[in-house]
C-alpha cells in the first residue's frame, strides 16, 4: 500500500512570519497524531527568509535592511541553511512528515524531495539535476538545478521528535528578482556566492507559470502517494497554535533584529542541506 499523503494549496498573504508560525504549528500536531503528514503548496510574498545562522551574524541588521529597501520582507524560516528569497513568481512548498526516527532519517527526506522535484521538472523538459552547483545561494548536496549550471530550487529541513519538515521554494519566473536582492543581503554578511548560479524554470524553458510546475509536481506526488483530501488537515487548530508564535519568525522591522525568541524549542534541530 502506497504512503498516505494529504496535499493543499495555501498561504497567509501579508504575513510571512505566520507561514512559519503555521508549519511549526503543524509540526507539533503531525508528531503526536492529531495531524496527518502534509505537504502544503503555496504563492509566497516577496520575503527574504533568513535562517537562525544569518540572524546571528555579523551584519543581518544591515542584510535585513537591504531586503527591505528591496521590496523583500524579512522574516525566519523554519529550516537551516543561509538566506534565500521567495517572490511571488516562485512556488513555495512545506512537507510535514510523521517520523518516529526523525533524525535517522534526514538524509533519506531530502533525497526524497530532491527526486520528487527533479522528476516534477523533467516533465515540463527541464534537464533537471539533484546536486550542488558551484557558487549558488544557500547551497545544498540536494539542491535541484538545471543542467548543473543553474539552482532552480533550494530545500531545508526541521526536525523534532516524532515529525520532520521539508520546506523549500522552486523558482518558477524572474530569477533576476533572487540574484538582484541576494547580492546586497549576501554582501551585508559577508556570504560569498555567484549570482550567475541562480535561474529559473522560465530561463530554461523561454516560458513557465506557476500553474505547470503545481501541477507537473502535483503529478509526480500522484504517483508516488496516495493523496488523501484536504478536509483532514485540522487547520483552525493549526492556525490556533499558530498566532501565539508568530512573533518568534518575525523581525523587528524598527530594529531589523529578531525578537527575542527565535522560535527553536529545545527539542528541535535545524538541518542545513549538506
Known sequence: MRRGVQVVDFGFPGRPAFDSAFSRALLDLVATGAAPETFRLY???????????????????????????????????????????????????????????????????????????????????????????????CPGAYSVNARGVRKLMGVGQRVIRGAAHVGGVIVVRDSARVRDVLEPVYGAMNVAWNPVTTGSIEDELGTATRAEVTAALLAELQSRFEIMPGEALPVDAVVAAAAPIESRFRVDSTLDRVEPTTGLASRDKLVMDR
Open 43 to 137: 504563492r509566497p510574498d516577496d520575503v527574504l527568509a533568513f535562517s537562525g545562522v544569518d540572524a546571528a551574524s555579523a551584519g543581518f541588521a544591515e542584510a535585513a535592511a537591504a531586503a527591505r529597501a528591496a521590496g523583500f520582507e524579512p522574516a525566519l524560516r523554519l529550516a537551516g541553511g543561509r538566506a534565500a528569497v521567495f517572490h511571488r513568481e516562485t512556488l513555495a512548498f512545506a512537507w510535514t512528515i510523521r517520523a518516529p526516527e526523525s533524525r535517522n532519517g534526514i538524509r533519506a527526506r531530502f533525497a526524497e524531495i530532491a527526486a520528487i522535484v527533479a522528476a516534477a521538472l523533467c516533465r515540463l523538459g527541464v534537464d533537471a539535476r539533484i546536486g550542488e552547483v558551484p557558487g549558488e545561494y
